[in-house]
């Protein structure tokens, strides 16, 4: 072999890695796009995306009093619990304390006051005030209406929809889940088992039964459950036998828990739509039992950490 020909394999080595890897970029960035946010009006969007700021004594929610969780419009995380509420007189929603993590504060461009913005998607949600000796905490977070979306602790029968689903670590699952469109809520926990309330520790021990799983409360108008059953199989490995990743034991298992026999044959050919294409399915498909949150240090646990999930990924497979 010439040395002028070793340099050209070299080259042309060079230029099919360097291919491959712009195929992935191209790829990972497809994958992104899919997991796009909530579609929002031209009155949200001017809020929302553009920072304004809604009429004072407009919003739906200036004095709401129901028991339940403040959710970001745009993405759907949580963001604030109506005990956090107070009544300010100022025209917005008050609120004294954010979930941990869920809301950053940043310099606003009128040099003067402190925005604050959803930690997940960046959306605007008003301003916070300090040093004003409104509550005890000292502390208004004056929010948009229009920014929120309420989700009742008790949710009205037949309104929201519910689906189950466990596949690995739950953190990642519910990472996902919640930045679907049409979601309102995703709960950590643990179902499928034997033990009543069981911790974290005892379902690590593998021995309890319980499958890592989340809880996703959604709106029918704006998803279905087939919808999110297919994302749920494009997010995880359903063909991983045993575990999720690098995740290995069976509280890591690929398993869809159905509430009625509608979401029952939505699941079963679902997974038989994957077989046909030659997957290799190891998802089990479950009668849904007792479902026990998990611990509060699980729940929104990238959102709080501002980390990204190490074990799950978008691969398009429907
Ligand atoms: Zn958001």
């Given at each position: 072999m010439t040395i002028e020909y070793v340099t050209s394999m070299k080259m042309k080595s060079i230029i099919l890695l360097l291919l491959i890897y712009f195929a992935g970029m191209s790829e990972k960035s497809y994958s992104q796009e899919k997991l796009k946010y909530n579609d929002l009006n031209k009155a949200e969007s001017a809020v929302i995306n553009d920072k304004g700021t809604e009429l004072p004594?407009?919003?739906?929610?200036?004095?709401y009093k129901g028991k339940g969780t403040y959710i970001c419009k745009?993405?759907?995380?949580s963001l604030y619990y109506s005990t956090d509420k107070f009544e300010s007189d100022c025209g917005w929603p008050s609120f004294?304390?954010?979930?941990?993590?869920a809301v950053v504060r940043i310099p606003d461009a009128d040099g003067i006051r402190t925005e604050i913005e959803c930690?997940?998607?960046?959306?605007h949600l008003g301003h916070v005030f300090i040093g004003?000796?409104?509550?005890?905490?000292?502390?208004?977070?004056?929010?948009?209406?229009?920014s929120l979306e309420f989700v009742p602790a008790q949710l009205e029968s037949g309104r929201y929809g519910t689906a189950i689903f466990a596949g690995g670590c739950f953190w990642g699952v519910e990472y996902y889940m919640q930045k679907a469109p049409g979601v309102l809520s995703v709960t950590s926990g643990y179902t499928g088992g034997s033990v009543k309330n069981p911790t974290y520790e005892e379902v690590c021990t593998g021995n309890t039964g319980h499958a890592e799983a989340v809880k996703i409360v959604y709106d029918p108008q704006k998803t279905s459950y087939d919808k999110l059953l297919r994302l749920f199989l494009e997010i995880h490995d359903p063909t991983q036998v045993g575990g999720q990743g690098p995740d290995i034991g069976d509280q890591y298992r690929s398993e869809i828990f159905y509430l009625n026999d509608e979401q029952k044959n939505i699941a079963l050919n679902d997974l038989k739509l994957l077989k046909d294409k030659g997957f290799k399915i190891a998802t089990i498909v479950t009668k849904a039992s007792e479902f026990y949150p998990a611990e509060t240090y699980h729940q929104d646990y990238y959102f709080k950490n501002g980390k990204t999930p190490y074990c799950h990924v978008y691969t398009k497979r429907f």
């Amino acid at each position: 072999m010439t040395i002028e020909y070793v340099t050209s394999m070299k080259m042309k080595s060079i230029i099919l890695l360097l291919l491959i890897y712009f195929a992935g970029m191209s790829e990972k960035s497809y994958s992104q796009e899919k997991l796009k946010y909530n579609d929002l009006n031209k009155a949200e969007s001017a809020v929302i995306n553009d920072k304004g700021t809604e009429l004072p004594f407009t919003g739906k929610y200036t004095n709401y009093k129901g028991k339940g969780t403040y959710i970001c419009k745009k993405c759907g995380a949580s963001l604030y619990y109506s005990t956090d509420k107070f009544e300010s007189d100022c025209g917005w929603p008050s609120f004294d304390n954010e979930i941990k993590g869920a809301v950053v504060r940043i310099p606003d461009a009128d040099g003067i006051r402190t925005e604050i913005e959803c930690a997940n998607c960046g959306a605007h949600l008003g301003h916070v005030f300090i040093g004003e000796h409104l509550t005890a905490k000292n502390v208004r977070h004056c929010v948009n209406s229009i920014s929120l979306e309420f989700v009742p602790a008790q949710l009205e029968s037949g309104r929201y929809g519910t689906a189950i689903f466990a596949g690995g670590c739950f953190w990642g699952v519910e990472y996902y889940m919640q930045k679907a469109p049409g979601v309102l809520s995703v709960t950590s926990g643990y179902t499928g088992g034997s033990v009543k309330n069981p911790t974290y520790e005892e379902v690590c021990t593998g021995n309890t039964g319980h499958a890592e799983a989340v809880k996703i409360v959604y709106d029918p108008q704006k998803t279905s459950y087939d919808k999110l059953l297919r994302l749920f199989l494009e997010i995880h490995d359903p063909t991983q036998v045993g575990g999720q990743g690098p995740d290995i034991g069976d509280q890591y298992r690929s398993e869809i828990f159905y509430l009625n026999d509608e979401q029952k044959n939505i699941a079963l050919n679902d997974l038989k739509l994957l077989k046909d294409k030659g997957f290799k399915i190891a998802t089990i498909v479950t009668k849904a039992s007792e479902f026990y949150p998990a611990e509060t240090y699980h729940q929104d646990y990238y959102f709080k950490n501002g980390k990204t999930p190490y074990c799950h990924v978008y691969t398009k497979r429907f």
